[in-house]
């Protein structure tokens, strides 16, 4: 049976801040991998840092680690959501080339875990699948399910030590893949990833960032909202009478995506208010565009460095690797504005987007994705 001809509806064009959330989170994980997997590498407990090392550390972990790797995953959420909309308006199939795209990346970061034991390309890959059955929800739907998920995280990290032995008993650990889930599992990670998928998800129904600018009302309004989270949370941990169950657990997961949101909030807000800080705003655009390829090469730098670790590390091992992170990531600033003068995309996103390309759909899964439909309230 024929398929009818339906003029197509305009495709989204690319967003430009969220190029730039993107480029800001990965200075934010080099810098989060700066201070955690470098101690791991140098077998260096934190309690041996001196010096400089001491404040540093302290300050990567109240203000870095583990905020920028939530915006990451609330972009993925985004970038479903844009990629869904945009096949329904194409009237293309999209279940199973999301699928296809979603294996394409999990062989990515089975390659990528070659280098670090700690990828979460496979994770992102794996989990991303559980966005098909909810993306018909209604907006507050999605909105009660990424709390009720995010809570389950917290509660789940709470017990973490008893869910690890619970798995351990199906020999889970034995596998890679799967040792590498049963530790998502028993931290709660991977109720904190999903939540953020799906909080990305009904950010793209709400058309929170739009192509024409972003929503500036609900932007300062998540900024006031984080700010007061981040102080009442404050005053909260100095409170012995609230250090129940696993409100200390709650506590540090609330301050992290509190503190997640702030940063995207201030930024969009000062992206919008200071449009003519073009350096500061094309660095960041530049090296989100190549946002697999920048992620993946960091962790090549990482692993090279650690190479030759010796004779790098000998006093204020910290301090000496930020520098070098920094100057790392002005390098890949430089290196994705001369390849993105030559090329539309990154190399990494290149090969991502051809291997995807080999997936050609069957008349009937065209027909299966005429019957889809998006709940935009």
């Given at each position: 049976?024929?398929?009818?001809?339906?003029?197509?509806?305009?495709?989204?064009?690319?967003?430009?801040?969220?190029?730039?959330?993107?480029?800001?989170?990965?200075?934010?994980?080099?810098?989060?991998?700066?201070?955690?997997?470098?101690?791991?590498?140098?077998?260096?407990?934190?309690?041996?840092?001196?010096?400089?090392?001491?404040?540093?550390?302290?300050?990567?972990?109240?203000?870095?680690?583990?905020?920028?790797?939530?915006?990451?995953?609330?972009?993925?959420?985004?970038?479903?959501?844009?990629?869904?909309?945009?096949?329904?308006?194409?009237?293309?199939?999209f279940v199973f080339?999301?699928?296809?795209?979603?294996?394409?990346?999990?062989?990515?970061?089975?390659?990528?875990?070659?280098?670090?034991?700690?990828?979460?390309?496979?994770?992102?890959?794996?989990?991303?699948?559980?966005?098909?059955?909810?993306?018909?929800?209604?907006?507050?739907?999605?909105?009660?399910?990424?709390?009720?998920?995010?809570?389950?995280?917290?509660?789940?990290?709470?017990?973490?030590?008893?869910?690890?032995?619970?798995?351990?008993?199906?020999?889970?650990?034995?596998?890679?893949?799967?040792?590498?889930?049963?530790?998502?599992?028993?931290?709660?990670?991977?109720?904190?990833?999903?939540?953020?998928?799906?909080?990305?998800?009904?950010?793209?129904?709400?058309?929170?960032?739009?192509?024409?600018?972003?929503?500036?009302?609900?932007?300062?309004?998540?900024?006031?909202?984080?700010?007061?989270?981040?102080?009442?949370?404050?005053?909260?941990?100095?409170?012995q009478n609230f250090?129940?169950?696993?409100?200390?657990?709650?506590?540090?997961?609330?301050?992290?995506?509190?503190?997640?949101?702030?940063?995207?909030?201030?930024?969009?807000?000062?992206?919008?208010?200071?449009?003519?800080?073009?350096?500061?705003?094309?660095?960041?655009?530049?090296?989100?565009?190549?946002?697999?390829?920048?992620?993946?090469?960091?962790?090549?730098?990482?692993?090279?460095?650690?190479?030759?670790?010796?004779?790098?590390?000998?006093?204020?091992?910290?301090?000496?690797?930020?520098?070098?992170?920094?100057?790392?990531?002005?390098?890949?600033?430089?290196?994705?504005?001369?390849?993105?003068?030559?090329?539309?995309?990154?190399?990494?996103?290149w090969v991502w987007?051809?291997?995807?390309?080999?997936?050609?759909?069957?008349?009937?899964?065209?027909?299966?994705?005429?019957?889809?439909?998006?709940?935009?309230?």
């Amino acid at each position: 049976m024929a398929i009818p001809v339906v003029k197509e509806a305009p495709i989204r064009s690319r967003i430009i801040i969220l190029d730039i959330l993107r480029g800001f989170a990965l200075y934010g994980i080099i810098l989060a991998h700066a201070g955690s997997v470098y101690l791991y590498e140098l077998g260096i407990k934190s309690s041996h840092l001196n010096g400089i090392d001491v404040d540093l550390k302290k300050i990567i972990e109240i203000l870095i680690e583990r905020k920028f790797y939530l915006i990451f995953s609330f972009l993925f959420g985004l970038s479903f959501f844009i990629q869904l909309e945009n096949t329904y308006h194409r009237q293309q199939s999209f279940v199973f080339k999301y699928l296809w795209r979603l294996f394409i990346l999990f062989l990515i970061g089975l390659i990528h875990s070659l280098l670090y034991p700690f990828d979460i390309l496979r994770v992102y890959a794996l989990t991303g699948i559980l966005l098909l059955p909810i993306k018909n929800l209604t907006s507050n739907k999605l909105l009660s399910l990424a709390i009720v998920l995010f809570i389950s995280g917290c509660l789940f990290l709470h017990f973490n030590g008893h869910i690890k032995e619970s798995l351990s008993t199906f020999k889970f650990q034995k596998i890679d893949v799967s040792a590498t889930f049963s530790q998502q599992i028993a931290s709660g990670h991977l109720f904190t990833i999903l939540s953020l998928f799906i909080l990305g998800l009904w950010a793209g129904k709400k058309e929170i960032f739009r192509t024409n600018g972003v929503n500036l009302f609900f932007f300062k309004s998540i900024f006031l909202i984080s700010l007061i989270s981040l102080i009442l949370l404050k005053a909260g941990s100095q409170l012995q009478n609230f250090h129940f169950l696993s409100f200390h657990f709650l506590n540090m997961s609330l301050t992290n995506i509190s503190l997640s949101c702030l940063y995207v909030s201030t930024t969009t807000l000062f992206y919008s208010n200071f449009p003519k800080l073009k350096l500061l705003w094309k660095s960041l655009e530049v090296i989100g565009k190549m946002g697999l390829t920048n992620y993946v090469m960091q962790t090549i730098f990482f692993f090279t460095l650690f190479k030759f670790k010796h004779a790098f590390f000998a006093h204020d091992k910290l301090a000496l690797l930020i520098v070098l992170s920094n100057l790392f990531y002005l390098s890949q600033i430089l290196f994705s504005i001369y390849w993105l003068k030559r090329f539309k995309i990154g190399p990494l996103e290149w090969v991502w987007r051809i291997s995807t390309n080999l997936y050609k759909p069957t008349s009937s899964s065209i027909k299966g994705s005429q019957l889809e439909r998006i709940t935009i309230k």
